[in-house]
């Protein structure tokens, strides 16, 4: 257990719906990262958090946005859904302050976009 | 459980022999590397590390070489078990300080 929690586990939606994913970081660790795993592209890096603060951001769609809420959880939401995000998103922590790639995953959102 | 079902590249290996796993990275900038292993139905779980002014790093039945030269990491994996099946991602953390994953491996054991 990585001490990562990611709510739902899966998630079944149709196109053009929003969705909204849950995670709550490891106890103490005050950087959150979202990544998206999909069939072909492999693990992308979408955004990170630090603090409530966004400090890095990736291959994140204009319909996809982020936020980390001041109890360190964070929500990524996904809007205007296309097949194509069907995906499993992850979501990991650490404690952003040290120079490291040990990055905490939880176990997934898998979303399914009919 | 389930799987990401990317068409990887897989390697298959006897419980009990050593297992070795490549990866090519493409940023000569790239300064830190690591290793991450995914088993079906959980999120990616770091392995080792390794920083760039090394070139072998050992950590408990796995070691990760680096070639700068060739830019390409491997990780061997010691008296393979059945536990280590798995999908094993090689990662390169760049100047933007991000980390980028590669495409992955399929390790499969057979006992």
């Known amino acids: 257990d990585s001490g990562v929690t990611q709510t739902p586990k899966h998630l079944i939606t149709a196109t053009g719906q929003r969705v909204t994913l849950r995670c709550s970081p490891r106890?103490?660790?005050?950087?959150v990262y979202w990544y998206q795993q999909s069939l072909d592209q492999g693990l992308q890096f979408l955004i990170q958090?630090?603090?409530?603060?966004?400090?890095a951001k990736g291959n994140i769609l204009e319909r996809f946005s982020a936020q980390q809420f001041p109890d360190l959880h964070s929500e990524l939401n996904l809007s205007s859904l296309e097949l194509g995000d069907s995906a499993l998103y992850f979501c990991?922590?650490?404690?952003?302050?040290?120079?490291?790639?040990?990055?905490?995953f939880g176990e997934g959102s898998r979303l399914t976009v009919l | 459980g389930e799987s990401v079902g990317l068409h990887l590249p897989t390697l298959s290996v006897q419980e009990g022999d050593n297992s070795i796993i490549n990866c090519a990275y493409s940023?000569?900038?790239?300064?830190?590397f690591i290793w991450y292993k995914q088993e079906s139905g959980k999120g990616p779980q770091f392995i080792i590390d390794?920083?760039?002014?090394?070139d072998k790093r050992q950590g408990q039945r796995v070691t990760v070489l680096l070639n700068k030269t060739v830019k390409h990491l491997s990780l061997q994996i010691a008296a393979t078990q059945p536990g280590d099946s798995a999908v094993y991602f090689c990662?390169?953390?760049?100047?933007?300080?991000?980390?980028?994953f590669g495409k992955g491996n399929q390790v499969v054991v057979i006992p």
């Open positions: 990991a922590s650490n404690s952003g302050t040290v120079n490291t790639g040990e990055l905490f």
């Open positions: 958090y630090y603090n409530g603060e966004e400090r």
């Open positions: 106890s103490g660790d005050l950087s």
């Open positions: 940023n000569s900038a790239s300064d830190y």
């Open positions: 390794i920083r760039s002014n090394m």
């Open positions: 990662a390169e953390k760049g100047g933007n300080n991000r980390l980028a």
